[in-house]
């Protein structure tokens, strides 16, 4: 298959088009122009039969000034005769040639109706004749009014000649807005397809701003928002880098540089137990963050899957967490609301969502976390509250970024990835300083079943 690119399009659409309209032309108009002349070369043929055989019409009606195209045509001399329906009588006239004649009069012979138009061709030319039924002295006759029309063909392609420079005139005219567009789609195209290369070569720092023709705008503006939103994501993948590295860091020097006096027989701590102890607390340090970067790494691959929502009873997953971290802290009561609330949702995702906001709590609170649920025909809210101590303002907007951690924090992902399983299940969350201490609230809209659309629908259309 043959490639053409842009350019080559054009001229192709253009030429194209200039071929189909020579064709068109060509075909039609000598066809159109020949029927008009033979229409007309008739009518002159009938208005003059009509003046020779009344000659007061030239009173009633006299010729115009200035005669028709057709009337001023050097061959185009009108001939009258008549032949008698009596055989052995001579024509009377101007009879043209005798091959012509006996069709001629074959013709009148055999004419059933009053009046009619023949033509014959003689010599290379066309004859174009009229045949009427008449009466000369109460004998019947027929008055026979011819033309010679060679002219008809002269004209023909004296106009065809005329129109094919036309068309070749038009033809190359036709061309420069070809030249045009090609040089106006051109400079554009160059621009975006310079930022797609440097795109190509992660250079996405350079923005783009076209001015000019509408749709070219709107298409660089939307080039610029993915450019935006790539400079977002490759900031937040070095971000997610340095602060993993720097996350990751402190642990491993902590477990390399107590193996290591431990090997040269310096006991860190008091003895062997304690020291290893630290080495297994850093190493479950370290494994708990990378388990979350690799599962809000994980997170970040499902935006283009759906969750496998199921119903769910929040009771089973609330009930499970609080059983779960009670023992962390026995001086913290964790109480469960809305047990009974049903609801869609990934159970897996959920359970780590709980799971993070509950850790998250266990780290404030003075004495007790609420565990709630609540529900209503368009969403469901889960809350986690807890009666510590309020939040700064300042620090409110960006508890779900991630790393961001406060003052008790650990790793700075727990929330985050609170954030992105709400947003996984269309939802959102939101922290906000109470009347007892802090409550995180994350709200899930409720799914449509197929028959609540279809039944809106019939409502709407109602």
Same mark, same amino acid.
């Given at each position: 298959?043959i ?44 208005n ?24 001023r ?29 006996q069709?001629?009069?074959?013709n ?10 023949y ?21 019947p006759?027929?008055h ?46 160059? #621009?975006? =397809?310079?930022?797609?290369? @440097? %795109?190509?070569? $992660? ?7 076209? &001015? ?7 298409l ?12 977002l ?30 090997k ?7 003895n ?10 850093e190493a ?28 769910? #009873?929040? =009771?089973d997953?609330?009930? @499970? %967490?609080?059983? $779960? ?7 913290? &009561? ?36 609420w ?10 809210k ?29 790793f700075?992902?727990?929330?985050a ?19 007892? =201490?802090?409550?995180?609230v ?15 629908r ?5």
């Amino acid at each position: 298959m043959i490639k053409v690119n842009l350019t080559q399009r054009i001229w192709l659409a253009f030429i194209s088009l200039i071929v189909l309209v020579g064709l068109s032309i060509i075909i039609i108009y000598p066809i159109s122009i020949k029927g008009t002349l033979t229409e007309e070369t008739y009518r002159i043929i009938e208005n003059e039969q009509l003046r020779y055989a009344y000659p007061l019409l030239d009173l009633i009606s006299p010729r115009r000034d200035e005669p028709g195209f057709v009337e001023r045509r050097e061959a185009g001399s009108v001939g009258h005769f008549f032949i008698y329906d009596t055989l052995g009588r001579s024509p009377e006239g101007q009879p043209p040639p005798t091959e012509v004649l006996q069709e001629m009069a074959q013709n009148a012979y055999n004419q059933e109706a009053s009046r009619g138009r023949y033509e014959i061709q003689y010599g290379g030319a066309t004859v174009f004749y009229v045949i009427a039924k008449a009466q000369i002295s109460g004998n019947p006759a027929y008055h026979i009014t011819y033309m010679w029309d060679t002219y008809r063909d002269e004209m023909v392609n004296r106009l065809w000649e005329r129109l094919v420079y036309i068309l070749l005139i038009t033809s190359g005219l036709s061309l420069l807005p070809a030249i045009w567009l090609k040089h106006y789609l051109r400079q554009p195209l160059i #621009v975006l =397809g310079n930022h797609l290369d @440097q %795109i190509a070569n $992660r250079d996405w720092k350079e923005p783009l701003k076209w &001015k000019g023709d509408e749709d070219f705008q709107r298409l660089s503006d939307q080039f610029e928002k993915m450019r935006q939103n790539l400079n977002l994501y490759d900031h937040a993948q070095k971000t997610f880098i340095q602060h993993a590295s720097h996350e990751l860091k402190t642990p491993i020097m902590v477990i390399k540089s107590y193996a290591h006096s431990v090997k040269d027989g310096i006991m860190p701590k008091e003895n062997m137990e304690k020291t290893m102890d630290v080495i297994v607390e850093e190493a479950n340090r370290m494994e708990r963050r990378v388990i979350d970067m690799l599962y809000y790494t994980k997170l970040d691959s499902l935006k283009e899957e759906t969750p496998k929502h199921e119903d769910l #009873v929040f =009771g089973d997953l609330a009930f @499970q %967490i609080e059983e $779960r971290f009670r023992v962390q802290r026995e001086d913290v &009561k964790i109480l469960v609301e809305g047990a009974d609330t049903r609801f869609k949702g990934d159970r897996e995702q959920l359970e780590v969502l709980l799971e993070n906001l509950v850790e998250n709590a266990l780290r404030y609170a003075q004495d007790t976390i609420w565990i709630k649920a609540e529900a209503d025909e368009q969403r469901t809210k889960i809350i986690v509250e807890n009666n510590g101590e309020h939040i700064p303002a300042s620090d409110l907007p960006q508890l779900f970024n991630p790393f961001y951690k406060g003052n008790k924090g650990k790793f700075g992902l727990g929330l985050a990835i609170v954030k992105r399983i709400s947003e996984l299940h269309n939802g959102y969350p939101k922290v906000e300083n109470s009347d007892v =201490g802090v409550r995180f609230v994350v709200t899930i809209p409720k799914q449509e079943t197929e028959q609540g659309k279809a039944a809106r629908r019939h409502k709407r259309k109602a």
